[in-house]
């Protein structure tokens, strides 16, 4: 059995290169560090940001998967 909460709370969303690039977590003003990306499909990564302001349901990913709520980057 695949434990879910190692992969993020919407374990569905395949990390492709075509929602890579619609991906909007490489610019979040709360997640500054380059080149990480997709956490609502990859979960958290440590050291988290902080909240300095949300792109989540500015993003492609989150409309198409209807995603619900903010700072994926810190919360799943």
Excluded: W
Excluded at 9 to 32: D, E, L, M, N, Q
Excluded at 44 to 53: A, M, T
Excluded at 61 to 69: M, S, T
């Amino acid at each position: 059995m695949v434990n879910s909460n190692n992969y993020g709370r919407y374990f569905g969303i395949c990390p492709s290169y075509h929602h890579a690039k619609a991906c909007k977590c490489t610019v979040c003003p709360s997640y500054p560090q380059t080149g990480e990306m997709m956490f609502c499909a990859r979960g958290i990564n440590k050291p988290s940001g902080k909240e300095s302001g949300c792109l989540c349901s500015e993003c492609e990913l989150y409309k198409k998967f209807r995603l619900e709520g903010d700072y994926f980057c810190q919360n799943t």
